[in-house]
């Protein structure tokens, strides 16, 4: 893919995935666009091989989220997530082994780190 091209669909998921946060509880929504933010980022370097990992896991995760926003518009309860296969959690190194962890703690608090609320919301 040539540079312009790839910049291109890594900034069209990028801005995709975030849009699709949106459909997302509150305080879901900033620790997922924080995390988004924070890969995005770190992966500007990677070698031509871990982007094309990091492009297909990430077009993956808007895939699901994409589906489960549509699935949930007709209903009123929100499901998101899914979860992982042996095989995928095999395929991941320590340190994404610990990131998810660290994800998955944050994200299943009960007192969240973030204390969000909606414009409007009194606190």
């Known amino acids: 893919m040539a540079p ?25 929504r900033a ?6 933010k924070d890969e995005f980022r770190r992966h500007k370097t990677a070698s031509a091989e871990e982007v094309t990992r990091f492009m297909a896991e ?26 992982l296969s042996e095989e995928k959690l095999k395929d991941l190194q320590d340190e994404q082994i610990g990131q998810l962890y660290e994800l998955m703690l944050e994200s299943t608090k009960p007192n969240r780190q973030f204390d969000i609320q909606e414009e409007g919301t009194p606190k």
């Open 31 to 36: 620790l997922g666009d924080q995390y988004v």
């Open 58 to 83: 990430w077009q993956n995760y808007k895939d699901t989220l994409q589906t489960q926003v549509l699935e949930a518009a007709g209903n009123k309860k929100l499901v998101f997530g899914c979860d």
């Open 4 to 28: 312009a091209a790839h910049v291109s669909a890594v900034r069209s998921l990028y801005k995709r995935i975030l849009l699709l946060h949106r459909f997302m509880p509150i305080d879901l």
